[in-house]
């Protein structure tokens, strides 16, 4: 079996690809959606709509370490 070369990031963890990028700009993408939306459609105001948004964020980040791992087990 081919080895997949593994490449560490700024955060220690070893990736293989630029999958793990594409993940991250398109959560990072919906959160900005959100946070407009919400300031846009129901009058947030902006300080609001960023405590949502980083809350969301970490949330995100919680629900991917616990899914890689479940994966691992």
Do not use: R, T
Request: glycine letters at 16%; charged letters at 10%; proline letters at 1%.
């Amino acid at each position: 079996m081919k080895d997949e070369k593994m490449e560490m990031c700024a955060c220690g963890c070893h990736h293989g690809g630029g999958k793990h990028l594409y993940m991250l700009i398109g959560s990072i993408a919906f959160v900005y959606g959100l946070m407009s939306y919400l300031m846009a459609m129901y009058g947030w105001p902006a300080y609001a709509a960023w405590m949502v948004g980083g809350v969301l964020l970490v949330l995100i980040g919680w629900v991917k370490k616990w899914m890689y791992m479940q994966k691992g087990m």
